[in-house]
């Protein structure tokens, strides 16, 4: 094919068109790309406007579309490191490694500024970590999540400042949101951000409940 036959004018493509006056029937998603010519004055025929209000219609279904297929791969995503935590807490030999994979993988591959565990029994060989507290399951200083113990629901946005002092200590200041975890029976998971944005009420907590589990049984191995 020559490269005159491969270019087309407007003058030549308009001829065409009149040629076959039925070419938008046949593609009518071309019509909600055209640029149609209003008419002079301040108003505007029926058709036009119909044409508008389907555009419009047309780009919020792409945008509509664009942020499901956008929270698809993040979810995606998500699950994978989900299950690559479980696997690595389900490989540990020890309830000390085990607190010890999740602190590591709650802070590198999810992301978590502060990560902080309380468990309501005495660890073996856990060392001195930041990240780690035992408490009683009876101690005053869980008071503050009694409610959030007894229902076992994730709590996600802006704690209150006496939690905040619990679970932080000396480095409270640096949390503006935290994704808390109860987990009856065995303590708390809590992973704070300095982003006030990052954790906020309402936000899913499936794959919380589902690393909670993860951890909880691969505990359950060594008691």
Not at 60 to 75: C, H, I, K, P, V
Not at 119 to 147: I, K, M, N
Not at 181 to 202: C, K, T
């Amino acid at each position: 094919m020559s490269e005159s036959t491969e270019k087309l004018g407007a003058h030549e493509v308009a001829a065409w068109l009149r040629r076959h006056p039925n070419f938008l029937k046949q593609f009518p998603d071309l019509a909600l790309s055209l640029v149609v010519p209003r008419e002079e004055g301040p108003t505007a025929s029926l058709a036009t406007y119909q044409l508008e209000v389907l555009r419009e219609k047309n780009r919020e279904l792409s945008r509509r579309l664009g942020d499901l297929f956008g929270n698809a791969q993040d979810n995606e995503r998500l699950a994978v490191r989900v299950h690559q935590l479980t696997l690595a807490l389900m490989r540990q030999t020890s309830a000390a490694d085990t607190l010890g994979a999740m602190a590591a993988s709650l802070q590198e591959d999810f992301a978590g500024d502060l990560v902080r565990l309380v468990v309501f029994a005495p660890v073996q060989d856990v060392g001195d970590a930041e990240w780690l507290q035992v408490l009683p399951q009876d101690s005053h200083h869980l008071v503050p999540f009694r409610d959030c113990l007894r229902e076992g629901e994730p709590i996600c946005g802006r704690l209150q400042p006496e939690k905040n002092a619990v679970l932080y200590g000396p480095r409270a200041d640096e949390v503006a949101s935290s994704a808390l975890l109860p987990l009856p029976g065995v303590g708390l998971v809590a992973v704070g951000s300095r982003d006030g944005n990052r954790f906020y009420p309402g936000m899913g907590t499936l794959f919380l409940r589902m690393m909670g589990e993860s951890l909880a049984t691969a505990l359950q191995r060594f008691e």
